[in-house]
């Protein structure tokens, strides 16, 4: 009898994982206990149907993104190349790390499946040696943060703000009088939300879409009940488009932002030092001068003069796009051709719009360019899956359509990082297709339709992205 080619295979490396998460969730329960849990679960695995649609996971092989865009000039390419050594930089006490942070450099979030990437396999706040053991193990005691989970970033509903993870009291450096303390993070557990990184990959190339490209999206009777909406600046009135909410601009704000909140370095654009629940902190634990990364007057080569936070969004600007695995109708599997087709039928697409086009930008690698991006840069409602926090023209509920490409490497999902494994990501879209608050509604309903082969045949097309 032919095997099915999506029978469940033994894994001796996944089994010793999940019988490690198994004894620490369980809080190292007795042998015997522990042995039943393990016999259940192999027993599941036994029954599973060997036909069942599943996730085939992040591909393996070399990264396809992490690269420059092509076509850059020689001296692009040399800030490029100086932006990715800084974002690959660990800060310390005396670069403006702190007095608060979540982790101390850029490609620590940024990491998978390559510098620039999401949220990597082992989380760095707590295997990284980020911050002193007695800060860590309490947040990894209340869930907020494990060792196999996404890197985190916490906002509390209440205020919407980021509240970071770790100070420097006990990292050497830190000055000798400062004693702020973590925020109270057990005390506002119904209140917290998180965010995983987002992915930077051909940032550049979205910041390259005209206003009026995206604008272009917005359009009454589109199918499956999909609306959507754009995000603007408060100040300007003109669109964004960076972040879980569309709620950022440009590239410099996106980095000059992420560098003052997630690692505490004030800078030109953010140039105040950042305290807890804005109340500023002593000035005691002030270690140098404000802000801590500018412009370097005194540079004798041209990439030396940009800030970090300059230096960070050249790099993100002459990043490329992920590149997938296959071409459809080309070099593609018939089951990949075939979930292809299904992202449009069942109305993916109509959110997950597969390409817009640059205009005419001042990088002429980045001017009248084909984005394959798969979103439409828009926000939408999505019920249930909302967070309660609104940024912008973004509700408590709404969220900017998730760009898929890249999609095939990466590990973790949704704004949240709740989910490692695409089925599910794709129901908690609209709770299975039964939360008539969420655009997503009827495309679920849709998807729960397909068989279990079309199924399989869109989720392979997605790990090809």
Known sequence: MRQSNYAVRWDARATKTFL???????????????????????????????????????RGGAPDAGGPVAGLTAYEQMFFSDGQTRFQEVEGISNGLGPRFNLN?????????AVGGSSPASNPQVTGNVAPAWQVFPLAALGLISANGPVREIRFTTDGGVHDLFTIVGISGAPSGCRISQPNFRANLSNIIFRIPTPIFGAGLIEAIPDA????NVSAGKPFGVAGHENRSGNDGTLTRFGWKAQNKSLVIFSGEAYNVEMGVSNELFSDERGEGGVPDPASCYAITTPNDHTNYAATSPTGVPSDALAFANFMRFLAQPTPACTVGGTCSASVNRG??????????????RTMQTGNFASAALSNQTVNLFSDLLVHHMGALGDRISQGLAGPDEFRTAPLWGLGQRIFFLHDGRDSDLLSTIEDHAKGGRDPNSEANTVIQNFNGLTTQQKQDLLNFLRTL
């Open 105 to 113: 450099s850029c490609s620590g979030c940024h990491a998978q499946p």
């Open 340 to 353: 292809s087709a299904l992202l449009d039928s069942v109305g993916c697409s109509v959110c997950h719009v």
């Open 213 to 216: 490209a995206i604008l272009a």
């Open 20 to 58: 490690k998460a198994v004894r620490e969730s369980l809080g190292f329960l007795t042998s015997r206990r522990f042995a039943v849990s393990v016999v259940l679960w192999i027993a599941s695995v036994a029954i599973a149907p060997l036909d069942a649609q599943r996730d085939p996971g992040p």
